[in-house]
């Protein structure tokens, strides 16, 4: 689909435009709340930017969007702290939550009673029927860091979901093929989990306007989870499955507490039971590692579980304590890996936290891929698989992630192994697992080395990542490893903090602004270009977000208001 023609979409014609309010010092007019479409406008497109949809959503902004705010306010403030010295730790005022044995959370909804293999992925026409045709039995549908966020994948992706959901989610290819869903081998496709932007991230073709008439950028987060619930929830139901998502980025159990009472309004608001949706959490920032217990109370009439999103983790404590001296410098990305003793604490904690509330507990990605023209790279990236999936699956998860079909095989057998025909082992609450605020912040232990090739590989990473992003391609294939926009923040954000704390490679290079200028040179000269491509704006983003003195907290953030 392609945008074919600009337009604003507001409210309802029949909604009363103003009112006047009298008060002891005076009156002032008032506005009804509403949003605003500027994005141009492609085929189908009224079909999700419906009159009813938008009045839903405006209703969500003015009833939440202030409470976000505050939020990102207090994100802030944390980070603050984190620079100057204070540590994440365990909360002193909801110890009491923790040490009540008595709570769990809703659990599994209908259809996601087994998820022993997740496919992620975007959800252009394409790669969704892909996925749902793979043979997992949950498909991540990512509105997130595998989705670039142009206005079209946004959109579009809204309306893959929409068709999915009904059956009639189909694909022709610019060359003539024509794909269709026929699910697996049995005739079966995956329950869809969805997972809308973060809270961090605004959707600027979408303005909200409050009650005083001040404008502001809507949320991501609000417009992909709303669009999305408004017109496939009762769809989903009758399909006897049920309106699920992933919840990307929290940072505390507030921000928990803020998506419960959305889903609550929501329910409410369309007749839907209370408890109906159901929500798998990312545990993918270190605030959020020491809120594990908390984040699933909050949410707990309307959770199925939480996510190892190693990842985004890892970027997560590179940012927190990036400036904290090199107790916190991390070696070579390739060497921060699932064995080494913060991420060892980091998971088993998950798991046993998850299962001491009834929570199903999911497993990270590995970033490895297949290679279907070579097959060297094929048989490494399903032995390296095969490792992660089987220590996973011993450590208690209940399931994983692929980010290729051909791959599914593989993970799939590593989980069949140890839970047979279970749907889960929810039973193993792993006792013996006790985890200090120490264990979670040894960074020191990683190991490792800083190398001049380690250093090439984030520049060229990122730099390919980015140009792709821009290029409208969230999940980008980079050298047999599957990147997107958190393995990127890792990219640069390691290349920042090794500069900015005179780190020096193993070769002896002391890693300083000038060298690494000198390495972006020469990436850059030694790629392959063309008219179309995006470089030289893949480089200024990058430029911007691992050379300069200041730290963007997301890299996305700028580049989206900029190029987008």
């Not at 009904?166 to 610019?174: A, I, K, V």
């Not at 698989?385 to 992630?401: C, L, M, N, Q």
């Not at 120490?438 to 250093?455: H, R």
Request: with cysteine.
């Amino acid at each position: 689909m392609t945008p074919t023609s600009p337009a604003t979409i507001d409210r309802p014609a029949s909604t009363p435009a103003s009112k006047t309010v009298k008060t002891t010092t005076g009156s002032f007019a008032t506005i009804r709340p509403h949003l605003e479409v500027t994005g141009t406008l492609g085929a189908r497109y009224d079909e999700i930017l419906t009159p009813d949809a938008l009045e839903f959503l405006a209703e969500l902004h003015e009833r939440f969007a202030g409470t976000r705010h505050d939020l990102l306010a207090t994100r802030l403030k944390n980070r603050v702290n984190a620079a100057n010295g204070r540590d994440p730790k365990f909360l002193d005022e909801t110890a009491g939550i923790r040490s009540d044995p008595n709570w769990t959370v809703a659990g599994a909804g209908p259809g996601l009673e087994d998820r022993r293999v997740e496919i992620t992925g975007p959800t252009d026409r394409k790669m969704a029927i892909n996925a749902l045709n793979s043979g997992a039995k949950v498909w991540l549908a990512d509105q997130e860091d595998a989705t670039s966020p142009t206005w079209a994948n946004v959109i579009e992706g809204q309306i893959s979901l929409f068709d999915a959901v009904r059956g009639q989610l189909d694909f022709t290819s610019p060359e003539g093929k024509h794909y269709t869903v026929t699910g697996d081998a049995n005739g079966g496709a995956p329950t869809i989990v969805m997972r809308p932007r973060g809270w961090h991230l605004v959707e600027k073709n979408v303005t909200f306007v409050d009650r005083a008439n001040h404008r502001m950028a809507a949320s991501g987060s609000i417009i992909d989870f709303g669009l999305y619930f408004f017109h496939n929830a009762k769809r989903q139901i009758e399909n006897g499955h049920g309106p699920y998502f992933y919840l990307p980025k929290l940072e505390s159990h507030q921000e928990a507490r803020l998506w419960n009472d959305i889903f609550s309004y929501s329910e409410e608001r369309l007749g839907i039971d209370h408890g109906t949706i159901r929500a798998t959490v990312l545990i993918e920032t270190i605030h959020a590692a020491f809120e594990m217990e908390e984040i699933l109370y909050e949410l707990r009439d309307h959770c199925a579980g939480l996510n190892a999103g190693r990842w985004d983790y890892i970027f997560s404590i590179i940012k927190t304590f990036r400036a904290r001296g090199r107790r916190f410098v991390f070696p070579d990305r390739k060497e921060i890996t699932m064995t080494v003793p913060f991420m060892r604490a980091y998971t088993e904690l998950l798991v046993a936290t998850c299962h001491r509330r009834g929570a199903y507990a999911i497993g990270g990605m590995s970033a490895f891929i297949p290679n279907r023209r070579d097959p060297e790279v094929t048989e490494r990236a399903l032995a390296q698989v095969s490792a992660d999936k089987k220590r996973e699956a011993g450590d208690g998860f209940d399931g994983t992630w692929v980010a290729h079909p051909d791959l599914i095989e593989t993970a799939q057998a590593e989980f069949d192994a140890v839970l047979g025909d279970r749907a889960n082992q929810l039973e193993r609450l792993r006792p013996e697992v006790s985890v200090t605020a120490a264990q979670l912040l040894d960074i020191s232990t990683v190991g490792g080395q800083i190398t001049e090739a380690g250093v090439r590989g984030n520049v060229l990473i990122a730099l390919r990542y980015i140009e792709s992003w821009l290029r409208g391609t969230g999940a980008a294939a980079i050298d047999n490893l599957m990147e997107d926009a958190a393995t990127a923040e890792i990219s640069r954000s390691q290349l920042w903090q090794w500069i900015h704390e005179n780190s020096v490679t193993a070769e002896g290079r002391r890693i300083d602004l000038p060298w690494v200028e000198q390495v972006l040179a020469e990436v850059v000269s030694g790629l392959d270009r063309t008219p179309t491509d995006r470089f030289d704006d893949a480089l200024e983003v990058l430029r911007d977000a691992a050379l300069s003195p200041e730290f963007p907290t997301f890299l996305t953030v700028g580049a989206y208001a900029r190029f987008f």
